[in-house]
């Protein structure tokens, strides 16, 4: 869309799509692709889902926006129901992860100043980190590519070596308020963080009177085969940051917290517009109807093995394409040993959407809703590509 009306801030691949059926795309053109990326891990329930497309047709026919100067039902109940599934005793609703985030530091800054502590609000954050693209979130996540050109990074944020325990520790100072940690990094490679670490983090704070800010912006809302990342590890946070998954399709955030850590969060200090819009409300908790069924969150952890023993058959047989499968549940990655711009581009001509990532990664992001027939599909379209790039770099 170069010339067009638009900003020139995205490389756009060449594809317009006309319309979505469950786990799969067709173009302006009528081609079909099997969508593997979901929209960066927002489409958890696939294209046009009928639950949430009937919860926003009868939603859009009564009411889109009254503000949060009035009650919104839709909110109260969405945010009971994360409550009663989560760690968390409190909610604030946004319209997307960057919102969330900006809330969870705010959050966490506000906690030490009520509490007399003004000069607690620096926030350990880790190499290979994505927050966001707001100033303050660039600043954490500390990436030099986002940060050039935007003027003074916002002060704060101190970054570490993700595993590094002896790092992590030294850079504890009387001026620290948190950790912000992402359980699964996403763009960072699909980087799972051990259990044990995120023990050592929740430990770390506890003696040391700081929060634990877990972000799950991409890897919440059942795509590690639990409803939250953070489960599998049973080190709780204080602060949590979820959106994509969660709207399944549609613009929605939320800051889930502790009573305690929400405490300097009263009447005034934060708000939005749109956040918690009776739309978004009723998608939301369409989404949660599908997720908490019983049983569904046991089947995403089964169709992770499917796609995890079907990768590592085609990674042994094409070692110079594939060096290492990673992830859990549907968030999943293939550390490629060629460029993974041209292994991503490989699998679209196979009709295969996926997501490149940082540390050479291509991101496998399917809807939580994908089935075992589409799941051999995208394995045999993965298999297609990678023998053709073999044999075009002479190796296996």
């Known amino acids: 869309m ?10 756009r691949a060449p594809l317009a799509f ?11 053109e009528g081609e079909r692709y099997l969508d593997f990326a979901a929209g960066i891990a927002v489409n958890s329930l696939g294209h046009g889902h009928p639950h949430l497309v009937e919860a926003l047709t009868e939603q859009a ?11 919104i039902p839709g909110q109260r109940r969405l945010g009971e129901r994360l409550v009663a599934n989560s760690f968390a005793d409190k909610v604030f609703f946004t319209n997307s992860g960057a919102e969330a985030l900006e809330c969870a530091i705010k959050t966490a800054r506000r906690y030490h100043y009520v509490n007399g502590n003004p ?5 350990i954050t880790f190499e290979g980190a994505f927050h966001g693209r707001t100033l303050a979130t660039i600043a954490a996540g500390g990436q030099p590519k986002y940060l050039e050109g935007f003027g003074p990074k916002v002060e704060g944020f101190d970054q570490v070596a993700l595993g590094d325990a002896e ?3 030294k850079a504890i100072t009387a001026e620290t308020a948190a950790i912000l940690v992402e359980p699964v990094q996403g763009e960072g490679g699909i980087r799972v963080v051990p259990a044990e670490m ?3 983090m929740r430990k770390l704070a506890d003696d040391n009177g700081l929060l634990l800010i877990y972000d799950e912006v991409q890897c919440g809302v059942g795509r590690t085969g639990k409803l939250f990342a953070y489960e599998w590890s049973g080190a709780e946070p204080d602060i949590m940051a979820i959106a994509k998954g969660i709207g399944g399709g549609f613009p929605l955030g939320a800051c889930l917290s502790t009573d305690e850590a929400a405490v300097g969060m009263t009447a005034g200090v934060h708000g939005t517009t749109f956040g918690g819009n009776p739309l978004a409300m009723a998608v939301g908790n369409a989404v949660l109807d599908v997720v908490l069924e019983e049983g569904f969150l046991d089947e995403v952890s089964r169709k992770s093995l499917l796609i995890k023993q079907g990768l590592a058959a085609i990674a042994d047989e094409y070692p110079s394409v594939i060096e290492e499968i990673r992830g859990v549940g549907l968030i999943l990655g293939i550390k490629c040993r060629m460029p993974n711009a041209g292994v991503n581009m490989a699998f679209r001509e196979e009709k295969l959407l996926t997501v490149p990532g940082g540390d050479n990664v291509v991101r496998l992001l399917p809807p939580l809703t994908v089935t075992d027939e589409e799941i051999r599909t995208g394995l045999e379209r993965i298999r297609a590509a ?11």
Do not use: M, P, Q
């Open 18 to 28: 006309d319309r979505g059926e469950g786990s799969w795309l067709v173009t302006t």
């Open 119 to 123: 000069e607690r609000y620096r926030i």
């Open 198 to 200: 995120l023990k050592l």
């Open 386 to 396: 990678a023998s053709k790039l073999a044999s075009k770099s002479g190796g296996n």
């Open 2 to 11: 170069s010339g067009s009306a638009l900003y020139e801030t995205f490389a």
């Open 167 to 169: 790092a992590l520790k």
């Open 61 to 71: 026919g009564k009411l889109w926006h009254v503000s949060n100067l009035y009650e």
